[in-house]
């Protein structure tokens, strides 16, 4: 069988085996055995898997191909099985199938293709978990466990245009008191009213720096809380602030400039979810351009967000198509994944010998 034979095969199998975010054991499982049927060495972590397409050379770069294996649960809108594979005009339906089920499977074939070949970078394949959540027994788990890297190439149903920059995440909690009292009298200090200018002003804000990729940073109210009691004025109320950052800023940089705006008191619940961006000058931008891909800023999360080093998002499907009801990939989409990622890396090893 060839490259796109076996992707297909791996990805009928992938669909078929519920594969939940922290409950992606069994699809590790396969995973693992398509590399060792192949005689290639695997690497496992919880159920994270990598193996490298040769031994690793420290004196050369280092490029990581990551995807994952985990899935949303299918929503209510499903009229087909979503733990069948099923192939209808072209298309492969299933959970997980465009996300990330094909952009995995392309990297999987690609790095088979060039397993024992002579490069002039390592090549490691990371297969990981809980992407969906982010979790901390995901990606971000085995960084300390391999090479750091000169480049990441992160598959995610991208049409194959090539995300350089990706909006982080940062969820806020926030606080505004007050002083409770009795409703009936002119008593205390209530929070919801307390609350309403910050609330406006949240509304209203628009951050300084705008990214050249991503645009705007956003802030949205997205939850609102306060009071237990009909007749007693509320002295607390509680809101919560979705933060979609761009490149221009850290979060840190970003809560600071929400804490300078609002009275509120602000706490994130996290700070793991940075934006991220290619720098300018960097080999894998002339690659791009040499191969002609589209260059866009995205604005949807991947593992990116926790890998510290140069990153680009790409692969096949369509991110329109994720958590969607009757999820699919094309199966053209799917060989043109395998013949792009290979014309990627086969281009990079190209400019990086020309330049070396």
Excluded at 2 to 26: C, K, W
Excluded at 83 to 96: H, N, S, V
Excluded at 243 to 252: C, F, G, N, P
Excluded at 293 to 299: A, D, Q, R, V
Aim: proline share 5%; hydrophobic share 40%.
């Amino acid at each position: 069988m060839g490259l796109y034979d076996d992707a297909v095969q791996l990805l009928t199998q992938l669909i078929e085996i519920p594969s939940y975010s922290r409950e992606e054991s069994s699809t590790a499982e396969v995973i693992e055995e398509f590399f060792t049927a192949r005689d290639i060495e695997v690497h496992k972590s919880g159920y994270n898997i990598w193996a490298f397409a040769n031994p690793f050379d420290k004196n050369k770069p280092t490029i990581w191909l990551n995807s994952h294996h985990d899935t949303v649960k299918p929503n209510t809108g499903y009229t087909k099985d979503p733990f069948q594979a099923i192939t209808e005009d072209g298309k492969l339906f299933g959970l997980g199938s465009n996300d990330a089920g094909g952009p995995l499977v392309s990297l999987m074939a690609a790095f088979s293709h060039f397993y024992g070949q002579e490069l002039p970078f390592n090549l490691i394949m990371i297969a990981s978990a809980e992407e969906e959540i982010s979790g901390k027994n995901g990606i971000a788990s085995v960084i300390a466990q391999l090479p750091p890297c000169d480049l990441a190439i992160v598959g995610e149903p991208t049409l194959m245009d090539m995300a350089v920059a990706e909006k982080g995440l940062m969820v806020i909690d926030a606080k505004v008191y007050g002083k409770a009292g009795h409703a009936a009298r002119e008593e205390g200090v209530n929070a919801i009213y307390e609350a309403l200018d910050d609330l406006k002003a949240i509304r209203d804000f628009e951050f300084t720096r705008t990214s050249q990729f991503l645009g705007k940073t956003k802030v949205s109210a997205t939850v609102i809380h306060s009071g237990q009691q009909h007749n007693v004025v509320p002295d607390l109320c509680e809101f919560v602030l979705d933060v979609r950052v761009t490149d221009a800023y850290s979060l840190e940089e970003a809560l600071d400039e929400l804490k300078s705006s609002i009275n509120a008191e602000l706490t994130p619940r996290s700070l793991r979810l940075q934006s991220s961006h290619v720098p300018e000058g960097h080999l894998i931008l002339k690659v791009g351009e040499q191969l002609g891909l589209k260059t866009y800023g995205s604005p949807t999360l991947s593992d990116q967000a926790l890998i510290p080093y140069p990153s680009v998002k790409i692969g096949p499907g369509d991110s329109t198509r994720s958590h969607s009801a009757d999820e699919y990939i094309y199966l053209n989409e799917i060989q043109n994944g395998i013949i792009g990622y290979i014309k990627i890396l086969e281009t990079y090893a190209t400019m990086l010998t020309q330049t070396t």
